[in-house]
């Protein structure tokens, strides 16, 4: 299979842009992106969005995007696979080099949820779900991880403070990184004591709204030797789905879908789980994350939050995650994550992570998730 | 007055809200002494229930208990003074919820606390002339008094419901006779468009409740030849205790045979409801072959009085859902701020 | 601000399960489907039929919603649960007429009708399914 590299990034940060619209925070990615790589065209752009036809009334992001970037004419699309919709649009653009049909394309995540409220971004999370069998019952995605997250800690009898960690490492590794929205330390204590969203979740365990936007040059090895930028290879996407609501599946506590994906996408890169150096996950909300390392077969089920206590999941652990902080600390513009995850993913395996550099990461596995599994997306990324 | 023929009712179904404010407890809010108080509390409807999720609730005891397939009704008759939509009918709602078929007539009436017993007339006479198998009769209401005004210490909300089909050994009950009296008495009152009904103070007392209830029993009694003897069980209309009480004093009749009949003491004014729970009540305890005088009284002003046998079924269908006395003790007292929060009252 | 409002053919057509808790269940493999569906989700059987789920269940866990979506802001706090029904589907849904502190795992519940949601601007009544406690006899 032909190689696809990745071959420059460009990031927003992530905050509540009030005096910046979709449009132009799509467009400041992309020519970031775009510069960093040394180009001035593609051969197409695919945009990752989820609610832009909400919130911003808007459709063809595509074309308003190509227009935005001077670039009318180029073909463009718009994909939606919820908050996976990142990796879905990667998907399409990777397919898009190897087949040969396009040797440089553009991947542009963008979410601007604060044109809406709080509360309408509770409502539009339920459309990740059968939204009329939730939405409409009043049952959000928050409520319905609460649901999960009293499953879990019924179950396996496991300690909520184990996964309220996750919060925690998230904030720890958003310090300094100048595009998160939340450069912060939180403490478990804090976490713990923040009023609930939906008990036993509390409101420190969850994102919050968020405005960002993520770009991603992607290309062809032949293409890649004609760029300066150093260099990642995208070893493998996979994406797989399951039942659109959690209750609905044989195990809730178990995400098939990422299982199914983690699975497909280590046997495409060739590798084992041992040699993933570094994970970022879908921390939606905290019980997600562990609901993620368990169900991907990193640890096994009811240990993820022991694994979290124990420190394994920090920078300096055996396996470090959220090494920018994460959905939680970083923030989660939907449509945009996965590009951010991919972005960061990227300055770990060239080298340009800063103060949260890891050492002798060789292999990063990106995971992604619509709702609470609907859908999952798994990229794993090489050292070119 | 008119003989029933051939109508008895099937299942029977009481449903009383979970909530319930002290009338002490309005009292407080508004200064009054807690000795003034007209009954001890009243039901209040969630912020979830209105007059129709209420009847539906009711009526699905009331097929229960009848033990018939719900697609056997062929009428849903909803009476009502609080009708969630001004314009849109509430049995429809009713009756597609208790997968009631749609070759049915749905009639929502309105006679203030008379309109249940307006849905069982309307019931019993199509039953009679073989218009339908079965007829679902319905009083429902979330009844509202205005904030300070001396109804809100007693309009309350709950529902009660009869499945009526045609006389047969196992029914529950068989009606009798039926007499109506109504005159145009401006007691109490609801414009288009008003929240709250206005009402003339102690008008409703005498010339009103008294007089159409009173004439409608005396007139039953006398055209059918019975006497207050001939019942075990009287039933009123309960815009609080003491009307009943004092009408039942009018009429000579003992006190033991009306206050079986008696829910406004707990629940409050249930307004369309109101006699029909009393009935829902009194048939959670009667005999085979007890008899029931059963009063309605509705502003504006009229009086429904009916004479209702206790049937051989009554026995085995009572049991097959909860009695009234379920929904007396499953109840949480709540203060005047969430009454206001649960009956919509506050407004910004 | 936007509205979040009742599409109202859609709320229509969603009547039967909301209501009644009337699905399509496969012929083929038993599996429930809360809406119509023309092939089974599990076996891809295409023989499936009306059927209504138990409106008796057992109450798996809860949780309490303390911010919610615009349509729903006024009836919070509220009480969410996973239900599984007696033929042993599971299902999320609102409960109603309780405080937390009644609620424990495994307990009888039972469906009821309540309001859902009012539209904002129509005023249109969405009602649908919750559940409760099971009433007890005294």
């Known amino acids: ?384 | 007055m008119p003989q029933i023929r051939d109508a008895a009712i099937h299942g029977y179904g009481g449903y009383v809200p979970r909530l319930r404010i002290k009338a002490t407890e309005i009292a407080r809010i508004w200064g009054k002494e807690s000795g003034e108080v007209p009954i001890k509390e009243k039901a209040v409807a969630a912020i979830d229930e209105d007059a129709i999720t209420m009847a539906i609730e009711a009526s699905r005891y009331a097929i229960r208990r009848a033990g018939i397939d719900a697609a056997r009704i062929g009428a849903v008759h909803v009476g009502t003074e609080s009708k969630p939509y001004a314009v849109k009918p509430s049995g429809t709602i009713v009756a597609e919820a208790l997968g009631i078929g749609s070759n049915i007539t749905s009639a929502d009436y309105e006679f203030a606390c008379k309109a249940g017993t307006e849905a069982m007339q309307s019931i019993i006479a199509m039953v009679s002339a073989r218009r339908i198998e079965y007829g679902l009769a319905i009083g429902s209401d979330t009844a509202q008094g205005r904030p300070g005004d001396a109804l809100e210490y007693t309009a309350a909300s709950g529902a009660a419901a009869l499945v009526i089909g045609r006389e047969t050994r196992d029914a529950i009950a068989r009606f009798e006779y039926s007499v109506t009296y109504v005159t145009d008495t401006p007691d109490f009152w609801r414009r288009s468009y008003e929240r709250f009904p206005m009402h003339t103070s102690r008008f409703t007392g005498e010339p009103a409740y008294f007089k159409h209830t009173i004439t409608a029993v005396k007139n039953l009694l006398a055209e059918n030849g019975y006497s207050i003897n001939d019942f075990d069980y009287f039933i009123f209309h309960q815009p609080n205790v003491k009307f009943p009480l004092t009408a039942a004093k009018i009429l000579s009749i003992p006190l033991a045979k009306v206050e079986p009949g008696i829910v406004s003491d707990v629940v409050g004014n249930t307004y369309a409801a109101c006699s029909m729970l009393g009935l829902v009540k009194v048939l959670d305890i009667a005999k085979p072959g007890q008899r029931i005088l059963m009063t309605s009284f509705g502003s504006g002003a009229g009086s429904d009085s009916f004479v209702i046998t206790v049937g051989e079924g009554i026995e085995e269908k009572r049991e097959r859902a909860p009695p009234l006395a379920a929904f007396f003790s499953r109840k949480k007292t709540i203060d005047y701020g969430m009454y206001l929060k649960m009956r919509d009252k506050i407004r910004v | 601000m936007l509205e979040f409002g009742i599409r109202i053919p859609r709320y229509w057509r969603g009547k039967p399960f909301r209501y009644r808790l009337e699905g399509f269940r496969c012929e083929e493999c038993g599996e429930f489907h809360f809406s119509p569906r023309l092939v089974c989700r599990k076996c891809g059987g295409k023989r499936l039929r009306r059927d209504k789920l138990s409106e008796r269940g057992r109450l798996i866990c809860y949780t309490v919603v303390k911010s919610a979506s615009p349509s729903f802001e006024a009836y919070t706090p509220y009480i969410v649960g996973l239900i599984q029904t007696e033929d042993g589907t599971m299902i999320v849904g609102q409960l109603t007429d309780c405080d937390p502190e009644e609620l424990h795992e495994g307990m009888d519940v039972e469906a009821t009708i309540r309001r859902l949601q009012t539209d904002g601007e129509s005023r249109l009544i969405a009602y649908g399914y919750k559940f409760r406690p099971a009433i007890q006899r005294p």
């Open chain 1, 1 to 384: 299979m032909k190689k696809v590299l990745i071959a420059g990034y460009g990031l927003t940060k992530v905050e509540e842009h009030w005096d910046r619209s979709l449009e132009n925070l799509m467009a400041e990615s992309s020519l970031k992106a775009l510069e960093y790589a040394g180009l001035s065209r593609v051969d197409a752009v695919y945009v990752a969005n989820v609610y832009g036809e909400v919130l911003q009334e808007q459709a063809v992001l595509g074309s308003v995007l190509a227009e935005e970037l001077g670039m009318s004419g180029v073909q463009a699309y718009r994909i939606e696979a919820g908050a996976a919709s990142g990796i879905a649009a990667v998907k399409m653009a990777a397919n898009a080099i190897q087949s040969g049909e396009a040797n440089v394309v553009l991947v542009t995540g963008v979410e601007k949820l604060s044109d809406g409220t709080a509360e309408e971004h509770l409502a539009l999370t339920a459309m990740e779900e059968r939204e009329e069998y939730t939405g409409q019952m009043g049952v959000h995605q928050a409520a319905s991880a609460a649901l999960l997250y009293r499953l879990y800690l019924s179950r396996y009898g496991a300690r909520q403070d184990g996964i309220a960690q996750f919060a925690v490492i998230s904030h720890e590794n958003a310090v300094g990184v100048s595009h998160a929205q939340y450069p912060f330390k939180v403490g478990l204590d804090t976490v713990m004591k923040s009023p609930y969203l939906s008990e036993p979740l509390h409101r420190l365990e969850a994102t919050a709204v968020a405005d960002g936007s993520a770009a991603i040059i992607l290309c062809s090895e032949d293409f890649a030797a004609k760029l300066d930028p150093p260099k990642a290879r995208l070893a493998a996407c996979s994406l797989a789905t399951d039942y659109v609501t959690p209750f609905d599946r044989e195990d809730p506590l178990h995400f098939q879908a990422l299982a199914r994906a983690t699975h497909s996408a280590l046997e495409m890169a060739g590798v084992s789980r041992e040699q993933i150096g570094f994970l970022e996950l879908h921390d939606s909300f905290s019980i997600v994350a562990a609901l993620s390392l368990e169900s991907s077969g990193f640890f096994p089920r009811g240990k993820a939050g022991e694994a979290a206590l124990a420190g394994k999941l920090s920078l300096n652990g055996e396996l470090p995650i959220n090494t920018f902080g994460g959905l939680k600390a970083r923030g989660h513009p939907v449509g945009a994550t996965a590009i951010y995850q991919l972005a960061e993913a990227y300055l770990q395996l060239t080298h340009q992570a800063g103060k949260n550099q890891l050492d002798n990461a060789k292999h990063a596995m990106v995971q992604s998730l619509a709702g609470l599994g609907c859908a999952a997306a798994v990229c794993i990324l090489e050292e070119a």
